[in-house]
């Protein structure tokens, strides 16, 4: 167990495109359909669930092999955040060509160079996306239907992060001892099922994106280190019981949560035939740039399907732009500096 497969790849990249998918609607003003039997959810939510699941399931298996909470913590760094800067920057040149303001105004805001929501603090914020996210630029996309938002896809990853420290952390806490995380993550979720018996989960979850997210990242890494333990069979059996429980007794929002970890992780065990395969994955670009591009084209006298098809051959340019030119490289260097190579890719996630 541990090595990255192809099929977790490509159920990034589906879940990268389900979150575009869902945003074209939203950005050019349209409702979006629900998915039949889904509970009202959209596919962008169900593809933040995705990311986060695979996620917890694979960052788990990096921490564990690893041993060690820097090393992780280092691989995470150069997995985030060069595409995340490469990015930000291109949000800021995109800006300077687009802006109904002229350069003065653009470049130095009423606010000052360092104002929020001007293009050194718009770098500097979501190139770091530990101070807060700005998500406008002067005189950029305020004729919208979606006004002003440059990319929201964003603030999903400062959730993400917070929980790669706390991993870490645990991890470090318990010594790198996989089975203790095990009963820990299994023992919380139990905990939250009694609970659940007492009070509905689903108001308590409702709008706690992080403790949302928290949920479906443990039962991931929970998943995980019982795999490595006591095999996929017990693995799944174990979530599925509690996924179960969750049901019956009336809390249907962490019983899906739970569903979609148990769906992505037997996704991994479906043979997939060489064609389907990726070579590489690009599900981070993707998710990175389709917001802006999405923005850039949502008033372009195009019906709903032209622009869909265009918006998605323009992010999958960039996507692939990114992992070969930014993440691939960054990667080799920290190959270059020694320790255990990362498997899991961020949520990337992240927004819906």
Known sequence: MGSRTANLDLVRLAAAFAVLWSHQFAL???????????????AGTLGVYAFFAISGYLNAQSLFRSQSAVTFLTSRTFRIFPALIACAAFCVVLGAFITSRDPQAYWLPENGLLGRNGPVSFFWRNSTILF???????????GNSYPRAVNGSLWTLPHEVKLYLVLAAIGFGLRFKSWAFACLMFVVLACLFLFGLVRPLGPLLEGKYLLTFGVIFSAGACLATIQQRAGLSVALTSLALLLAGFALSGNPTVAVLLAVTVVCVLLNQVPLPSWMAPKFD??????LYAFPVQQLLSNWPAGFWTRLVVVVVTVTALGLASAKLVEQPALRWRRSLGGVQPIALPAEQVAS
């Open 282 to 287: 690009i599900s981070y670009g993707v998710y």
């Open 28 to 42: 050019t003003g349209l409702a979006e359909p629900a998915i039949p039997g889904a509970g009202g959810l959209g």
């Open 132 to 142: 807060g996210l700005d998500y406008q630029l002067p005189g950029v996309f305020e």
